[in-house]
């Protein structure tokens, strides 16, 4: 797992160290991290006669690139620096000048020309900005940012020094005018928006930097789960277990207008593992599930969580009263329960004043119906635009109104819970992007729940956001297998699942962070 700690816990974390007198170290470690990629992505043999751009502003990012650029200027690179404030680094500045470095001031030069001075450089350093900026850049820089961004060449290797600047490093919203970088060297622990939509995109690749400031796990903030987390994390059965021991599913989906749905999210779960999965509906829909997998039993009885929603028409009053009467009924035992497309309509506000015990619940909601549910519980604020442009905002506010785990569905997924770290998982290819892949990952979420959630801390609401979390990676990682570069249908995903976790049980395809669909360049 990628941890990632906000800019005020880790400055929290580092002024014991500043107190003693260790920032300067701390500095050269940042620096030395950032040289050391650089080398290695202009491929060690070609530093010497390169060329190199460091944007450098007035704070210690600023001060971090320029100790870099004098490490690159010693190796032989030729060296730039753009001076982008008003003021600079002081050791930093004399490094540089000392290496050899030419110092050039954006004020003095022109946000063109310097412009220019970054459209010719093999590599690009972004020490504009760090966790001490406000979101957004500010003029000329952001000038010099909105010339150079078009001109760049598919070989610029550009690298951001802690975060690209201009991101809102807390929310993850990034404006148009932001650094993309191919990669992000950060220091400490990872930062929200480095892992949140939409900033993670203009974040590239993210090595996150041991420097020697401890931070808490408890304190994080943001987090995303590695492929090789599924082997902690899945629920495997033991040799004494029987169908009722690994875990039932309970699952109302599907209508006459979309019997499909239920196929597809009983699809999802089955491919999981669950011991057993109970659909309810309509005779209609039961037989099509039925037909497509003989061994779903049709009719209540008794589960361990309980799928809600796929395909549900909220018209439909037989279909809504079954959800009704299922999650009151969960509500008196605290069975933990899935909430996704139609059934989002039974979902109130934890405020409200209806005398109701709720389950612990997982919404699915993708941007759409996020803005339904949030203007159905009286949110005036909520738009389609907001929430696409901060996707994590908007799922926090939703878990907090709704007291639950809200899982936005999206090219990267956020999972919230009302206290505690929010998740974001970017693994799934854009030929996800079709029908009926929602139906599947909510039978991927509920069956990962009625499998993992046998014990009384399994339902709490963190134990939820990490099956939530798991849910979306595998479901992300079958996708990226079933598609292999190519299109993909949604029953295609359910049918890659079992390859896939036997995979990662066993161990095989550790791959670390990054290295699917977050890796390599920056969305230009
Ligand atoms: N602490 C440590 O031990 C270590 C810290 N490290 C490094 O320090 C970085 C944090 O450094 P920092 O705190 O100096 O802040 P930083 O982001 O460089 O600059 C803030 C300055 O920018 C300005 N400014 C603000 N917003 C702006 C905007 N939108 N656009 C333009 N300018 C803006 C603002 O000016 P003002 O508003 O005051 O006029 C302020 O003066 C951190 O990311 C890491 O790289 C590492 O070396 C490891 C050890
Ligand atoms: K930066």
Known sequence: MIRAWTPKDIRAAEQPLLDAGHGPPLMARAAAAVAAVCVRELDAGHVYGSRVAI??????????????????????????????????HQGGLAAARASGARIHRLDDRGASRAAELLRIA???????????????????????????????????IVIAVDMPSGIDVDTGEASDDC??????????????????????????????VDIGVPLADETTA????????????????????????????????????????????????????????????????????????PEVVPGNGRVQAWLFGPGIDPADDDRMSDVRRYLAEAGDTQLPCVLDAGALAAVEAADSAVQRTDPPMILTPHAGELVALMTRLGDTDVSRSAVEAAPAVWAQRAARRTDAVVVLKGPVTVIAQPHGPTYAQGEAPSWLATAGAGDVL???????????????????????????????????????????????????????????????????????????????????
């Open 55 to 88: 944007l450098a502003g007035k704070g210690n990012n600023g001060g971090d690139a320029l100790y870099a650029g004098a490490h690159l200027a010693r190796r032989g690179a030729r060296v730039d620096v753009v001076l982008t404030a008003d003021d600079a």
């Open 122 to 156: 093999d590599a690009v350093l972004d020490g504009i900005v760090g966790t001490g900026a406000r979101p957004g850049l500010r003029s000329p820089v952001r000038e010099l940012v909105a010339n150079w961004t078009p001109a760049r060449s598919e070989r610029q």
């Open 179 to 208: 650094v993309r970088a191919d990669c992000t060297v950060t220091f400490a622990g990872a930062k929200p928006g480095l892992l949140l939509p939409p900033a993670a995109g203009c974040a590239g690749n993210v090595e996150v």
């Open 222 to 293: 943001t987090a995303r789960l590695n492929p090789s987390d599924i082997a902690g994390r899945w629920p495997v059965p033991g040799p004494h277990d029987h169908k009722y021991t690994r875990g039932v599913l309970g699952i109302v989906a599907g209508s006459s207008g979309y019997p499909g749905a239920a196929v597809l999210a009983t699809g999802g779960s089955r491919a999981c593992g669950v011991g057993m999965i109970r659909y309810v509906g309509s005779d209609h829909v039961a037989r099509a599930v039925n037909a497509a997998y």
């Open 442 to 524: 909510a039978g991927i979420i509920g069956a990962i729940t009625a499998t993992s959630s046998e014990t009384a801390t399994g339902k709490s609401l963190p134990a939820l956001a990490g099956y939530a979390a798991l849910g979306v990676m595998t479901h992300g990682l079958a996708a990226g297998r079933a598609s292999g570069g190519g299109p993909i249908a949604a029953g295609d995903i359910a049918a890659a699942l079992p390859a896939v976790i036997a995979d990662h049980l066993a161990g095989a395809d550790r791959r670390p962070v990054g290295e699917h669909s977050t890796r390599g360049r920056a969305q230009r």
